[in-house]
């Protein structure tokens, strides 16, 4: 650990210039006096540090002393240095260690390309949470990705979307993160299959080797399988007459407002649902704002619905 310590503290004079000892110490978790220590070991093993008194004194390296890391293209830099989702680093317990390769990166790179690459890693992020995610139990994952480095198999309590709860053993192969959520691909019984690590409980590792198939590709299985589930999924098309005052709410469906054509004061458009019961809540939410056309099968479930809300709101009143 020491001699990761040590190579640390020359990177970070490298892209900082200078530090004090305090500031080491702070960005390495040790103490001052280790700081220190570690300064007089450097200094015997002829690394070029040097100590500069005063208030705007500290630890710097004498100027011309850099490893440079050579043959990278502007598009190679931005490519590395554009920030990885924070919280899924931190769930993988990697956000330290993120950024000591960072700092090793950048201390690499010729002097001209350095200021670059800074620019890159503080004006670009990828946030891969949504605006409205649920809460994610992640307690299995640490488990999961120690499996995993070990190579081990995996036991643990799974409650599938049915809420159907049963113990799994599985290989793992990897894990994949989808906006805020984790999955794990594993192979159970011969075959490859998707657990959700928030449905997980229990999770233990099993003293029994796990081999992945030599072919295997965890970006094509993942790429295939989340064609195969879109496909799969319920569609429900529906066509309405709405009135403008609603289109700023058929469009903050998205993906869900396929077409919208102008039709006298009204505009004609046609959604997806997951399901008719959606398309009918649609249509009522907005009374006589949003008139169903299509297919005529809802056009009279939303009458029937309506004439039922009207004789209760009578009978009650």
Not at 85 to 91: G, I, K, N, V
Not at 173 to 187: E, N, S
């Amino acid at each position: 650990m020491r001699a990761d310590r040590l190579l640390s503290i020359v990177l970070l004079l490298q892209v900082h210039g200078r530090m004090t000892a305090r500031e080491l110490a702070g960005r390495l978790e040790v103490s001052e006096r280790t700081v220190l220590r570690d300064m007089d070991a450097l200094g015997t093993a002829g690394i070029p540090v040097r100590a500069e008194r005063g208030a705007s004194g500290g630890w710097r390296l004498v100027d011309g002393y850099q490893t440079k890391l050579t043959g990278l293209t502007p598009a190679e830099i931005q490519s590395l240095f554009v920030a990885h989702p924070p919280q899924l680093l931190a769930d993988l317990g990697l956000a330290r260690s993120s950024e000591s390769a960072w700092n090793k990166l950048h201390a690499a790179l010729p002097a001209s390309a350095q200021p670059q690459a800074e620019l890159v890693r503080r004006r670009i992020l990828i946030d891969s949470r949504g605006w409205r995610d649920p809460s994610e139990t992640l307690a299995a994952l640490p488990t999961l990705i120690d499996a995993l480095w070990r190579r081990l198999r995996v036991r643990f309590h799974y409650e599938n979307v049915l809420h159907e709860s049963g113990e799994r053993r599985v290989g793992p192969l990897g894990l994949v993160a989808r906006g805020a959520a984790w999955y794990l691909v594993a192979l159970r019984g011969g075959e490859t299959r998707t657990y959700r690590v928030s449905r997980m409980r229990e999770a233990e590792i099993v003293d029994e080797p796990s081999t992945a198939p030599d072919d295997f590709d965890l970006a094509a299985y993942w790429e295939k399988s989340a064609a195969e589930f879109r496909e799969a999924l319920p569609r429900y098309e529906a066509t309405y007459l709405a009135s403008p005052s609603v289109m700023r709410w058929a469009r903050y469906r998205g993906w869900r407002l396929k077409e919208q054509t102008p039709e006298g004061d009204r505009v004609r458009i046609r959604l997806v649902f997951d399901a008719e019961e959606e398309a009918l809540q649609f249509a009522l939410g907005f009374g006589a704002d949003v008139e169903a056309v299509d297919p005529p099968e809802l056009r009279d479930k939303v009458l029937a619905a309506a004439e039922r809300t009207v004789r209760h709101y009578l009978a009650c009143c």
